[in-house]
């Protein structure tokens, strides 16, 4: 058994510098393009585009199911992911021979077989189907 | 609360800002000339000469020698007339999550090479420096090394969807919309197959850190050879994921013109481009790490785990590099070669092939895990049966029966009954090619 290294907060000192770093990267390039560039606004320049035609309606309209479904189908498998990912890292310390050790095999195998299930499941509903 | 601590941690600290301050620019400075090559690969493929003008010499005659054949200030003129550039916005756009996209989009994409292990260990000599006290020891010469490890990179990949839903959405236009939703549902089918691949490798290190799995490879040889599936899933998902050919139908351009930056100009639709090409570099170095065997290269001295001076450091910082260059490339090849997957077949990839895929391929790994068989012919040779099966299996498996071909009667390939079309002159020419009557082709 193998236990995760203590967390030291101060490790992720190096994050925060990094996600200044790219704010003010990102910020500054908007400025300086505001600042340089030209302002030359128009009455047909300014709706959407929409290959030259005057748009039609808002784009913010009903759309898909499909997605919806996605989405959801996308949270079981992922939070299933998730969770498996810290009996991925202590699983290969385990001792075959110790007793009890073939139970973090089989019960991983009966998570995943529920996950199975839900796919299957998923598949008869027809969430994948996407014509 | 101290935060700096005194110890290894303020060591590695020491290592880190200096890196992160060059990698960032050196990252930058990668994607400009990465658009340069992917524009030079393609026009080699499509048979032309590519950008061959642009040199340094800013049209100044003194500066002349400086004229360069090959087009290699191309990105650099690029960069400046994106900041020339009128930065304009629709008037029905959402006006802040319209300016917020390029910046969600392009931060995930800029944080996340922070924990690659460019350069292995490096040992530093025990010195004193002012605010961080006494330092010295071995560290990893890479923008950080804290212990969430490669799921670090896996979560902050996974924010890059959030840029491109809201670019999509606050543009208020039917393209951006459409090709924001279908960039977001696929990345995040693909988040899944990619999070398999990774757990049979993490199986298989038993281990988060970075540098534990490269230790692993220089032991045991590379991943890709023992563990050729998981490999190939991997690198099909970070395709998908960067929403790069031939999975790039969030920006099909004869369905959807731009995808989800239509509306964006200036410098905040380059933010979108460069947050693409720095997503690559991420990706193919996350794919080095797990499956290249990071900085290591076999059977050349002075790239091994245990030479940890700084030249050796860069050294490996170099090897990393190239490889992850070498692989962009690969993908740009791929981008210029291989035809895009409709919409609806990139979704029957993603959900009925490759999760059911990883799904076994990780009980699989974990079998052979659990039985201690994890030397690379073993995992290899499970690969092997596992591919033989996945082969007797696949015809039995229900039909995909909406995607047949529409036939249309009196098209060459489907022509009406009783009538012959010919498809093939004489001469093994095809029928465009004949000559013209009374001409000598030119061959």
Redesign the interface.
Known sequence: MTTLAATELADYFPLIVIIMMAVTFSVANVALTLLLGPKRDGKVKSIAYESGMNPIGTARKRFNVRFYLIAMVFLVFDVEVIFLYPWAVTFPNVDRLAPGASEWLIRILFFLFTTVVAYLYGYRKGVFKFD | MD???TGL?AT??FI??PF??IM?HVILGACAYLIYIERKVCSYIQDRVGPNRVGFDFGLKWLSFLKGALGLGQPLADGIK???????M????DRVLF?LA??TI??PA??GF?IIPWGGYIDIPDMSVPLLGDIGGRVVLA?????AGV?YLLAVASLGVYGVVLGG?A???????LGG?RA??QM??Y??PL??SL?CV???????MPMGIIEHQVQNGWLIFAHPLAAILFFVAILAEANRAPFDNAEAEQEL?GGYH??YS???F??FFLAEYMHMITSCAFFTLLFLGGFHLPAIPGLGIEDTSIVAGLLKLGVFFTKVVLLITFMIIIRWTVPRLR??QV??LG??SM??LG?VM??MT??M????WTAWYELLAANVVLTALVFLVMPVLPKNK??KRIPMYGSRFNPMPGERVETSAPGGLATEDRPVEGTVPAM
Do not use: H
């Open positions: 935060i700096i601590p941690t590695q600290i880190s800002l992160i301050a960032v994106f900041l020339l550039k009128e930065d304009y629709p008037k029905s756009a300016t390029p910046a392009v931060i800029m944080i922070l923008g950080a090394n804290f212990n799921i959405w543009s208020n236009n039917k393209y951006s919309f939703l977001s549902a995040v089918s988040e899944i999070g398999l757990m993490l199986l298989i290190c038993g281990t988060i013109v239509t509306e200036s410098m905040r380059a933010l919409y609806d979704m029957f959900w009925q999760i059911p799904m990780l009980v974990s079998v895990v659990f039985y201690e909406v995607n």
